[in-house]
């Protein structure tokens, strides 16, 4: 292995030890405040601080090339996740423990079949077929839960379907736009200033566009009608580095929501509590307040871990766990968090970098892309720079669709780091 491979490596491990260290510490100091400090409490830390360590080193032995960095990224995140969600709520506590390591689990077998898996970018109308059946099956079968209608419901089991087809449309994009890339590049048609390709080529575009129109009034679930949206448009950006594309799309979802809001009540709502929070503090806005008073009472230092009030704040486990995190750590510790997750973008940008097949190099980028992009919508959200939009911090917040589709993608940007280094 190359030397900087293994300085790559020795690094991971630093920040593994700071993870593991972090996790115990977390759970010290929540058992203190509650005067239950038994060696019990420490099981669920040690469980995991083992699945960490035995993930870490067969991850290195399957992709000796892989960036080490991205993983031990995400454990620093797990170890967050799992001590907020022992302060926010106890009783998931074991849960969310169970859903990272299932996570883990799920990310070495991801690794570990590749290969096979991206053999299914020569088929993207399948991959394609696939995620609208996703989309369709939530709008038949899903449930409405804090307002969204984005979940259906297996039994003892909520599954986010959403989440799942966020990657269906990433490998389908990274086939499609490889494959056409000249024809979208070099339109054949045009009106005046507007140039277009045939109809054929842009209609598998127009119809993720739509479906994302289709969430935001039918489901509810702005959070993912933003995050599909915009998926596409700066993956065909990135491919075809036509900024016509992305006018065209930015019009037309500024139209469709326009025309969204005239029609809909709930629509409605949303844009009121987003632009006036203060005219309803305690009622529809309650959520939004809170967690602006939450930020301004964290300061700069934070008022420290068990130590303020984030369990004010409805949902806080879910959407809101970065208010809960700006409270008790502080702009400090906020600013920590937001340069792991650049730092996690970075490095997956460096391996599409890398990458010189066009298919691995788009899906690299599309994976890194859409965590960024995943970040910032629900940040924008929860510090009302936008509207509340009810999708999860990734590898942080309370949930298992979140937490197991966020590690698939993590594996197979792990393996795309891996080839052709």
């Known amino acids: 292995m190359y030397r900087g491979g293994n300085i790559m490596i020795k690094k991971g491990y630093i920040t593994l030890v700071f993870s593991i ?4 510490l977390g759970t010290l100091l929540i058992n203190i405040k509650n005067n239950t400090l038994t060696n019990e409490a420490f099981i669920p830390a040690g469980i995991l601080s083992v699945i960490f360590i035995v993930v870490q ?6 992709r000796k090339n892989a960036d080490n960095y991205l993983l031990s990224l995400v454990m620093f995140m797990s170890s967050i996740s799992a001590i907020m969600i022992l302060r926010l709520k106890p009783d998931l506590y074991m849960h969310q423990i169970v859903w990272i390591c299932i996570g883990l689990i799920v990310f070495l077998i991801i690794v570990t079949v590749s290969d096979r898996l991206l053999e299914l970018l020569d088929y993207p109308y399948v991959l394609g077929f696939g995620a609208l ?3 369709c099956s939530v709008l038949i079968f899903g449930t409405d839960i804090g307002g969204n209608r984005n979940w259906i419901i297996l039994g003892p089991i909520q599954v986010q379907p959403s989440e799942f087809a966020k990657l269906l449309i990433i490998a389908f994009l990274s086939s499609f736009l490889s494959e056409n890339k000249n024809v979208l590049v070099l339109p054949s048609r045009g009106w005046k200033f507007i140039h277009l ?8 575009l127009l119809l993720i566009w739509s479906a994302s129109i289709l969430m935001f009034v039918s489901l509810r679930d702005l959070g993912s009608a933003l995050l599909f ?30 025309i969204s809001y005239l029609l809909f009540a709930h629509v409605q709502t949303r844009v009121a509590i987003w632009l006036h929070p203060w005219d309803d503090p305690m009622g529809s806005a309650y959520q939004i307040v809170q967690s602006l008073f939450a930020f301004g009472y964290g300061g700069v230092f934070g008022t420290g871990y068990t130590s303020g009030f984030p369990r004010l704040i409805p949902e806080v486990h879910t959407d809101f766990i970065f208010a809960a995190i700006g409270e008790e750590f502080g702009l400090i510790g906020v600013t920590f968090l937001l340069l792991a997750y650049l730092l996690l973008f970075m ?4 391996a599409a970098l890398l990458l010189t097949n066009e298919k691995y190099k788009l899906m690299a980028f599309g994976l890194a892309i859409t965590l960024l992009l995943q970040t910032f919508i629900i940040l924008a959200g929860v510090t009302k720079l ?15 669709s979140s937490m197991v589709s966020s590690f698939i993608s993590l594996g197979l940007l792990y393996a795309l780091s891996s080839k052709e280094r």
């Open 21 to 24: 260290l972090l996790l115990f």
């Open 57 to 62: 080193i067969i991850s290195v032995r399957l």
């Open 133 to 135: 059946i996703i989309i």
């Open 197 to 204: 390709p045939p109809f054929r080529f842009l209609a598998p």
């Open 229 to 258: 949206f915009g998926i596409v448009v700066i993956m065909t950006y990135v491919a075809t580095g036509k900024k016509l594309y992305v006018a065209i799309a930015l019009f037309f979802f500024s139209l469709s929501s326009y």
């Open 347 to 350: 490095r997956g940008i460096k």
């Open 386 to 400: 936008l509207p509340l939009t009810g999708i999860t911090l990734p590898f942080i917040s309370y949930g298992g």
